[in-house]
């Protein structure tokens, strides 16, 4: 069994040179950063939210123009009675140029300026909320690929250590140094390894082709591994500061004010259409009245009072609109609460998780080796440095995956707390 405990020497050097103990994994041909960057960049809500952006600005322009005053041009012909004692008709012709105002529209102006204005706000700040849920998903992406590949590595290590492991049953079973029950259990062995490095590889492949399709890079260049200096670690948040922070300068949270200033200035609009409908208008008129041909200034004052007047109704739905973003808001300050206080419980026992897990790896290691010398020493069967490969092999993904969630929490912690 010699060779076998040399391959479980190659194999936890193998773990330990994929796990990221002394540097940050990363691929050689995309970053995290730049990952983020093009996940950005093609991210469906992104878009959505930058064409919302676009919308809302020609709003307010819409809105910044509405109090300007309109060209007004009339012509009109009409039956008239004409002069004398005899019966006789006569056309009137009419016609006029000037210009017309609404005295309703500059009434409502500066609300309805301040409710696009603020309506562009909460669309600026949604698009880079949705920048963020782009950011933090390409962190998850990210991370996942490099763990999957990773984890087919082990297991490609694995299953390369589990059939040395039979050739050299094989050779003690021949020349009568163990029983061919030894060889059969590695024939189990050898089995297991290759349906888990087949599950790993699956994995893998969607992994990458998850990170390739988030970010527009083909998955084959998505395969050399680079370890990089790890970064400074970011501040150790306690939870309530991180929490403090993450409400303070979250852009959901800043939409969602901005949307409350919107509905506010909406319901000084909605108020504004209790007022009668006044439009004014003045110009110049020419034409022929009486057979006579006039011309000469004119004017026209138009008052609307509806009967049934929808101010009440408009007002109703203004103050619901606000009671709903106002409700919005609360949510949002719990959820964002909730996400960053379990962020930072994560990123904390991931750390500690990752250590547990090294450690549990070790003495996973250190037994299987005491196991192999019971059994060369007759001490250990073939099963007992089975359970024993089996236990190290667990402690080992164990230990990888802890040490990517470890980075993969404290980067997304970044990413919800600015």
Known sequence: MRRARALVLSVAACCCAAAPARGIPAFAALSLQGAQTKAVVLDLGVQQAAANVQQRGADLHLAQIADFPHAVADYSLAPQAGPGTG????????????????????????????????????????SDAAMLFARENAVRLYYGALGAIALEEFRRAELTGTLQDRDAARLRARSGESPRLDVMRADVAVEQARADLAQASAQRADAVGALASATGVPSRALSAIAVRAPPPRSQAYAVDAAVARALAVRPEIAALQASIDARHADLAVARNSALPAVTATAGYASGIDAAIPVHGPSAAVRVDLPLASPAGSRIAIAKAQLDAVRAQLADARRTIALQVSAAVRDARSASQAARAAGAAREAAARALAAVELGYREGASSSLDIADARRAYVQASVSALVSEYATIQADALLEVLVP
């Open 87 to 126: 019966p006789s008709t006569v056309e009137q012709r009419l016609a006029s140029i000037g210009a017309g105002i609404s005295l309703n529209d500059i009434v409502a102006a500066p609300a309805a300026i301040r409710s696009a204005a603020a309506d562009l706000l909460a669309a600026q700040r949604a």
